[in-house]
């Protein structure tokens, strides 16, 4: 009888520890402490402002509401298809006194891309341009699948598709699945040649493809595990001044361009006569931003040369500034934007706006056309052209309203003046 109360009196603390542990374990999961700290910071100013000094009962009601208001956040899309939790953590929304991640205001993180209106986040989701797992609620589960992990993801299920092991082949073949929507031939149960058959072929559809990886928007491919995001979708195919994973795009210099463009005879399929016409009417030197820097200041973009996003931020702010007030430019401001568009040649650009995803897709279309595969190459250089178009069309027509016209077609009406005198270059061109 003695064992017996010992063994039940040996049950009852370890359950009371298994509870005590459970409790502690729901109390301090990770989203709950970041949830935690961003209410309190926001009831603790709000209480500051309506009484002043807080006293140590105020401080223990804002803890206690804190507490009470917890609970996981949801971002529900096209009618329940796809759900993103993310921002359960990332919570904070235009409220200042957060610097760090994961509680960095969000509309202060998003306004350096511009694209904050046109791209509501708190509607479409986070996953739905910075990929990541939509439902997990811990940083490592959540984060291990972002776009910038892709290149890495895919390398590392090419690698097991020659494990010894069928179930990690298996684990490789279904994530390249996933992000290409093609398994090309390839099942984990094969014999061991026609694996390799099939690895050789994914290998080299990744030595074509794997610099520009993340273009086409690889890993919103149909899957039974994944769900589209439709309205991000229908965003991003009326969009050509971001990248798909709704970034800035970056300017790549006129150089770049003309590599190819300058010289249409390399081959008749990618550049047309008409466009060495036109890279001879304006890849001049008198509308390159290294002879003509302080021009290009007012160019809406121009402020995308610099790496640095808080430094952008600093000079786009000044920039604008002087161009609402006028008044003597202060060199020493711009100094170093100044140096970078003397070393680094906008023309092209100027017009067609940043070259970086132009290039990815000419990229790729000239890898799949080399590779013989015509169909699959037009489709990307299709894109290309009309991402350059839009781009040209929008920077030439659309209007500043503080002054009536297309400031990017202002810059050069200035620089054609300057060089030509009274003729006139038609914007048609």
Same mark, same amino acid.
């Given at each position: 009888?003695s064992?017996?109360?010992?063994?039940?009196?040996?049950?009852?603390?370890l359950?009371?520890?298994?509870?005590?542990?459970?409790?502690?374990?729901?109390?301090?999961?990770?989203?709950?402490?970041?949830?935690?700290?961003?209410?309190?910071?926001?009831?603790?100013?709000k209480?500051?402002a309506?009484?002043?000094?807080l006293s140590l009962?105020?401080?223990?009601m804002?803890?206690?509401?804190?507490?009470m208001?917890?609970?996981?956040?949801?971002?529900?899309?096209?009618?329940?298809?796809s759900?993103?939790?993310?921002?359960?953590?990332h919570?904070n929304?235009?409220?200042?006194g957060?610097?760090?991640e994961?509680?960095?205001?969000?509309?202060?993180?998003?306004?350096?891309?511009?694209?904050?209106?046109?791209?509501?986040f708190?509607?479409?989701?986070?996953?739905?341009?910075?990929?990541?797992?939509?439902?997990?609620?811990?940083?490592?589960?959540?984060?291990?699948e972002? &776009?910038?992990?892709? =290149?890495?993801? *895919?390398?590392? $299920?090419?690698?097991?598709?020659?494990?010894? @092991?069928? %179930?990690?082949?298996?684990?490789?073949?279904?994530?390249? &699945?996933?992000?290409? =929507?093609?398994? *090309?031939g390839? $099942?984990?149960s094969a014999?061991?040649?026609? @694996?390799? %058959?099939?690895?050789?072929?994914i290998?080299?559809?990744?030595?074509?493809?794997?610099?520009?990886?993340i273009?086409?928007?690889?890993g919103?491919?149909?899957?039974p595990?994944?769900t589209?995001n439709?309205?991000?979708?229908?965003?991003?195919?009326?969009?050509t001044?971001?990248?798909p994973?709704?970034?800035p795009?970056?300017?790549?210099?006129?150089?770049?361009?003309?590599?190819?463009?300058g010289?249409?005879?390399?081959?008749?399929?990618?550049?047309p006569?008409?466009?060495?016409?036109?890279v001879?009417?304006w890849?001049?030197?008198?509308?390159?931003?290294?002879?003509?820097?302080?021009?290009y200041?007012?160019?809406?973009?121009?402020?995308l040369?610099i790496?640095?996003p808080?430094?952008?931020?600093?000079?786009?702010?000044?920039?604008?500034?002087?161009?609402r007030?006028?008044?003597?430019?202060?060199?020493?401001?711009v100094?170093?934007?100044?140096?970078?568009?003397?070393?680094?040649?906008?023309?092209?650009?100027?017009?067609?706006g940043?070259?970086?995803?132009?290039?990815?897709?000419?990229?790729?279309?000239m890898?799949?056309e080399?590779?013989?595969?015509?169909?699959?190459?037009?489709?990307f250089?299709?894109k290309?052209k009309?991402m350059a178009?839009?781009?040209a069309?929008?920077?030439?027509?659309?209007?500043?309203?503080?002054?009536?016209?297309?400031?990017?077609?202002?810059?050069?009406e200035?620089?054609i003046?300057k060089?030509?005198?009274?003729?006139?270059?038609?914007?048609?061109?």
């Amino acid at each position: 009888m003695s064992n017996l109360r010992k063994w039940f009196a040996v049950s009852a603390v370890l359950l009371l520890l298994l509870i005590f542990v459970i409790a502690l374990d729901t109390y301090n999961q990770e989203w709950k402490r970041y949830q935690r700290a961003f209410l309190v910071h926001v009831f603790t100013e709000k209480a500051k402002a309506e009484k002043g000094e807080l006293s140590l009962l105020d401080q223990l009601m804002i803890a206690v509401n804190a507490e009470m208001s917890l609970g996981i956040k949801k971002v529900v899309t096209e009618v329940g298809r796809s759900a993103d939790l993310c921002m359960t953590c990332h919570t904070n929304m235009g409220v200042a006194g957060f610097t760090q991640e994961p509680l960095k205001d969000l509309l202060e993180t998003h306004a350096a891309i511009r694209v904050l209106n046109e791209l509501p986040f708190d509607q479409i989701g986070c996953t739905s341009c910075h990929g990541g797992d939509p439902l997990a609620l811990r940083s490592e589960v959540a984060h291990h699948e972002m &776009r910038t992990r892709f =290149a890495q993801i *895919f390398e590392e $299920s090419l690698a097991k598709l020659s494990s010894d @092991r069928w %179930a990690e082949r298996q684990k490789g073949i279904e994530r390249i &699945r996933w992000m290409t =929507a093609n398994d *090309f031939g390839f $099942s984990f149960s094969a014999p061991k040649e026609q @694996r390799d %058959a099939a690895i050789a072929r994914i290998v080299q559809w990744w030595e074509i493809n794997k610099d520009t990886f993340i273009t086409m928007d690889y890993g919103e491919r149909s899957s039974p595990f994944r769900t589209e995001n439709l309205q991000r979708k229908e965003f991003l195919a009326q969009r050509t001044d971001i990248s798909p994973i709704g970034e800035p795009l970056s300017f790549v210099g006129s150089a770049t361009c003309v590599a190819c463009h300058g010289y249409p005879e390399i081959s008749d399929v990618y550049i047309p006569e008409s466009s060495k016409q036109h890279v001879e009417r304006w890849f001049r030197k008198e509308f390159m931003t290294s002879t003509n820097p302080e021009a290009y200041l007012k160019h809406p973009a121009i402020t995308l040369l610099i790496q640095d996003p808080k430094r952008r931020q600093e000079l786009d702010e000044y920039l604008r500034k002087w161009e609402r007030e006028g008044g003597e430019l202060d060199r020493t401001k711009v100094a170093d934007l100044i140096d970078t568009m003397r070393r680094f040649d906008v023309t092209c650009e100027a017009c067609h706006g940043p070259g970086s995803e132009y290039t990815k897709l000419m990229q790729r279309g000239m890898g799949l056309e080399a590779a013989g595969q015509s169909v699959e190459a037009a489709a990307f250089m299709s894109k290309a052209k009309e991402m350059a178009r839009a781009n040209a069309r929008r920077n030439i027509s659309e209007h500043d309203p503080a002054t009536g016209y297309s400031r990017v077609w202002a810059i050069f009406e200035q620089l054609i003046e300057k060089a030509l005198g009274s003729s006139r270059v038609p914007p048609t061109e």
